[in-house]
């Protein structure tokens, strides 16, 4: 199943095309592990992966794609690369690990660095976040654990809280989700973290219903609850920070009766209470199951073994 | 070959049974190792190294035991946890990590991780050391290369110096070893580095035979002297450290006409001057290759291969 | 095709008869690659990968060598060597990681460490650059590279500018290419910068002639250019370096009609205008996929397999 494009960078290139196809790729992935085998579908692939930022959460899980499909795997991760420290720019870099990998992942501090690498990449590049622009494969595996749990990714209401205004996860799940049919979002959050108005108007622009609350409860009576924690570094005021975190909690009690799925991009912080891990509701960890899968099924696809 | 737990985070756990057991399996695995190939029997596993605390020791040892099974392996090492420092627990990081790994090894600074991290782990985990408290494949390791080099862990003489008070490799080592018949321990140290009026009760209400002595020359005649550096991280105060540093330290003169085995848990500062590396007596460096055959058994053992 | 040596540590190591059959080995490591293929000439070892300086370049190049044999990979990396922050001397190390390692590479600050390591590894050793000391592998790419696009060695007329006065990689590699006949150098650079005289001798004793000179102009007219950055860490005082950094720049309109290939070590910083790139003179980027069949033939070499 041949993609649209050889570098995957930004959540818009997520047609619903494409994420059909890659789902579908992701639902074999896990047949093969689910009978406790790792594919051999890579064996004879190297894949490069570059964490310039420090993110063990997507770093642990693109390796446990690479490991899963039986590729080669090199790993550059820490603060500091060192070349670059000494002057190099992002293109060359990747002109030069192009030369001895199959395939590319970054994650970078600076937004746009993606761009740059894909621009100069002779070998398929995947976009592991770059700064607070793109993060496509958090979409993609936020949308496969919703397919999987719904059944489909039309006609659904979908609530997000507690801060649509910095959240970059939310955003682009939000603008993914506006493709389908009869999409009703409903954005919870105190008056100063509101979804910026430019967001709404895009989301409005492809027929999808928006309300706005500062009522965590609003949030109960949806299809998918979907929390994310205040991210600090998105804050200029360390207080400011302070202010909002445990502003919204969500808790087990909240959910009684309720049969609305929980999500969040973890880390969780004080976002959910960890009397909610055990419920039925909750997906959170699955997602992360979920996020190596649709990674697999990424890098098998655009090497042309899918 | 089961063992009786599911989770490896304490020595407490090493009883002779699982022990023998263990012996058994990596006995094997030298077998495989030293015909010169990688053993297949993890090929299908994925096991992730979390090294949150630097040894590159024990994280290299581990990356051995791993590549020895042909495991699929997935690393996370530096000091800091990327999701930790956004405020995560540790116990939401395993859970996740659980998610995409058929065994976990986490090596954290903080005293009690490896419990709160078993508590959740849905897959095999091994405590790679926290803090200072529990550190149980280096007791193992200990006991196998003993048992080596002597035949047998029952009747044993073992001297241990320089610092029987802040050492959790002495502690462990110890208490691991009075479990076997006619144990004698001889604690050589300082005054003020005293093995614990503690350990010492404990000890002997295992039956095993404990003397004190300030004198590193009575080490001399025992079965095996285990020597260890001290660690500055257990001191307070810096003088103090340099005070003890260079106050026992074993030459290969001293053991002329000897036959005491030589052991250390490693890395080894002054306390064995480097002529001594060449005597029959040292097996320090041995230790290292047995851990890798100890670590590569319980790994095989968790999962149900061995 | 045995080495005649166990360990790598120097430039000076590398004889005609050395390079010649390492080359060949190197020209069937490309034709695996090519093939779209992993060998498996090494699927039983385990390498060690041991950089104790940040190097993400050649860091990255030997990880890719170890996965295009399929060999299991030991990775060690970061500025600090925890065991040799608690006081291990190198010796410690490499004797310790030559018992459960196959091959052991190391990268290192200080120089000297590499001659230290191969002393006591009782498995096959590569310096991959101790300090400012030696960095053998890269002059056989350098090598290997021209080879390939020369055809041979001999009757070669090579510049080299910016900076001969501190570059380890030129020093290396002009050596390196003293050994063939009817060779001619030309080292362009500031006169601050100029080459040691010590160096100059060596090379005039080897029977090449060498000429200076200040004007970049001169080192079109050669076979090839090896331009270099200069080195910030290896000027003591900031002013200076930059007052050098702009000082000559390669640019796509000085190369037109020009044959003289272009190399570099890279990382490059403004020595070469990225106009350069993309001519056919350009072989800075290719020197980075041979640096990897260079290292895999090295590798499989040293340990009997090729």
Not at 119 to 141: C, E, K, M, R, Y
Not at 210 to 233: A, K, W
């Amino acid at each position: 199943m041949p993609l649209p494009f050889e570098h995957l960078t930004s959540a818009q290139q997520l047609s619903k095309e494409v994420v059909a196809d890659v789902f579908a790729v992701a639902d074999e992935m896990e047949k093969i592990w689910s009978s406790g085998k790792r594919s051999k579908l890579l064996e004879d692939k190297i894949i490069a992966l570059l964490f310039y930022e420090p993110s063990s959460r997507t770093m642990l899980s693109f390796q446990a794609a690479v490991q899963g499909l039986s590729a080669g795997m090199e790993l550059a991760h820490g603060r500091q690369n060192s070349s670059m420290e000494k002057g190099e720019s992002i293109e060359d870099t990747i002109r030069m690990v192009a030369r001895y990998s199959d395939l590319i992942v970054m994650r970078h501090p600076e937004a746009g660095s993606a761009d740059k690498a894909a621009s100069v990449s002779h070998v398929p590049f995947i976009n592991a976040g770059d700064g607070g622009n793109q993060h496509p494969t958090q979409s993609l595996l936020d949308l496969y654990t919703i397919k999987k749990e719904k059944g489909s990714l039309d006609g659904l209401h979908v609530a997000f809280a507690c801060d649509p205004l910095h959240s970059r996860t939310i955003r682009s799940l939000a603008l993914a989700l506006s493709q389908y049919n009869d999409i009703r979002f409903t954005f919870i959050s105190p008056d100063s973290l509101r979804a910026s108005s430019d967001m709404i108007t895009e989301l409005k622009n492809n027929s999808v219903s928006v309300e706005e609350s500062t009522d965590l409860s609003v949030g109960l009576d949806t299809d998918i609850l979907y929390m994310n924690r205040l991210q600090e570094e998105r804050f200029e005021d360390h207080k400011e920070f302070e202010k909002y975190r445990d502003q919204y909690v969500l808790t087990a009690d909240m959910l009684k009766g309720k049969d609305t799925l929980v999500m969040d991009p973890l880390p969780r912080v004080d976002e959910i209470a960890t009397d909610v891990d055990d419920l039925p509701n909750a997906v959170y960890f699955d997602q992360a199951r979920n996020g190596v899968l649709v990674r697999m099924a990424l890098m098998a696809m655009l090497l042309g073994k899918a």
